[in-house]
T-cell receptor, first 114, second 117 residues
């Protein structure tokens, strides 16, 4: 069964203090690894898709990287508006062309203080 | 582009009552997914459709839950005989699946928060 574990569960940073969030995964075959941001009371907002080990994607202050067993979301010089829950999810290879469901981790709650 | 919409946004019901939620996907998206999220957890897959065909259901989905997508556009999720354990945020997502592409990107709606008293 596919499993995703995120750490830490919560992270408090000062504005400008860079850090990383971890996502460890176990999947029979990885089709894609996804990062989402979720604000309180809202649905997840798509950030990145990573497909293979060594791949990196960047967006503003966020950079996602992927290895064969884990992914990191690096946050450089965060601002208070980066405060949110960050969710990692995997989509597994399936038989034929069928693919679909995402298996999510529990998320990391990021709080950035001014 | 109006995004994925869900109605109602909030629903409070008494145990034993039936409830129905609606999801309108992004236009031209052929896949529609339902997830459930409880406090402090990530979304948990329930079921998904490609056009009007229901392709997969989670084994966690009891027979009290039923979903439809009759014309391949909007979808409804019905919960019969609700229980307090059904209290959660119900999320809908849609995507465009194209043959030969590596994967589809799922875009989520705002969710329907269900409280069962």
């Amino acid at each position: 069964e596919d499993q995703v574990t995120q750490s830490p569960e919560a992270l408090r940073l000062q504005e400008g203090e860079s850090s990383s969030l971890n996502c460890s995964y176990t999947v029979s075959g990885l089709r894609g690894l996804f990062w989402y941001r979720q604000d309180p009371g809202k649905g997840p907002e798509f950030l990145f898709t990573l497909y293979s080990a060594g791949e990196e994607k960047e967006k503003e202050r966020l950079k996602a990287t992927l290895t064969k067993k884990e992914s990191f979301l690096h946050i450089t010089a965060p601002k208070p508006e980066d405060s949110a829950t960050y969710l990692c999810a995997v989509q597994a290879l399936a038989g034929g062309t069928s693919y679909g469901k995402l298996t999510f981790g529990q998320g990391t709650i990021l709080t950035v203080h001014p | 582009d109006t995004g994925v919409s869900q109605n109602p946004r909030h629903k409070i019901t008494k145990r034993g009552q039936n409830v129905t939620f609606r999801c309108d996907p992004i236009s031209e998206h052929n896949r529609l997914y339902w997830y459930r999220q409880t406090l402090g957890q990530g979304p948990e897959f329930l079921t998904y459709f490609q056009n009007e065909a229901q392709l997969e259901k989670s084994r966690l989905l009891s027979d009290r839950f039923s979903a439809e997508r009759p014309k391949g556009s909007f979808s409804t999720l019905e919960i019969q005989r609700t229980e307090q354990g059904d209290s959660a945020m119900y999320l809908c997502a849609s995507s465009l699946a194209i043959p030969g592409q590596r994967t589809d990107t799922q875009y989520f709606g705002p969710g329907t928060r269900l409280t069962v008293l």
